[in-house]
């Protein structure tokens, strides 16, 4: 639900943490603990945070978004799924979206494809889509995109068949090895 600061005041009192304490807490929290566990809860707690643009300004102060990109390269499949996760939650945003292509988040997110956890494939497409930009567009519909997506749209996992279905038609054509650009 996205809500409004004036919401988020009425909700908490004086003594209360505000929202970006709150984050700035759980960032702090995610640096100094070593338990697993732990750090995968907090990533999902930020990843759900990262629904609502009210929290972008909080994101960008606190490097957020530079920490749901560092996870794409963790070995534990949940740190990963929870990173991509975020960025597709909040890629969307312009300010974000600049700073993932700036900070090679489109190869980042590319090599998620190939994870073996359907939610962070599910996520990196859906990123995909809202990283593409005219500037972008040639990278994310290049030919080896384009035939993974093909693969997954043949999938017999209706999720990831229909959402590579969208990805084709909606953001790349293609006759033969040659891609027409669309809108």
Same mark, same amino acid.
């Given at each position: 639900? =996205?809500?409004? !600061? ?10 209360? %943490?505000? +929202? =970006? ?19 995968? &809860? ?17 994101? +960008?102060? %606190?490097? $957020? $978004?530079?920490? =749901? %990109?560092?996870? %794409? ?25 600049? /700073?993932?292509? !700036? ?5 980042? #997110? ?7 956890? &359907?939610?962070? #494939? ?15 567009? &040639? ?37 033969? /090895? ?6």
């Amino acid at each position: 639900m =996205f809500t409004s !600061q004036a919401r988020i005041d009425r909700r908490t009192g004086p003594d209360d %943490l505000g +929202r =970006f304490e709150y984050l700035q807490a759980l960032v702090t929290e995610f640096q100094d603990t070593d338990r697993q566990g732990a750090k995968e &809860e907090i990533l999902a707690n930020l990843a759900n945070f990262a629904y609502d643009p009210i929290n972008y300004d909080h994101f +960008r102060k %606190l490097n $957020v $978004v530079d920490l =749901f %990109l560092d996870m %794409l390269t963790e070995e534990n499949e949940n740190f990963v799924e929870f990173g991509i996760g975020g960025l597709s939650n909040c890629s969307l945003d312009k300010e974000i979206k600049q /700073h993932i292509i !700036q900070n090679d988040g489109i190869s980042l #997110v590319i090599n998620c494809l190939s994870s073996s956890n &359907e939610e962070t #494939v599910l996520s990196a497409i859906t990123t995909l889509m809202f990283l593409t930009t005219p500037q972008t567009r &040639e990278e994310i519909t290049s030919d080896a995109i384009v035939d993974c997506m093909e693969k997954f749209a043949a999938s017999s996992n209706s999720r990831l068949s229909n959402l590579a279905k969208i990805f084709l038609q909606d953001y790349c054509k293609r006759a033969g /090895h040659s891609r027409e650009k669309t809108k």
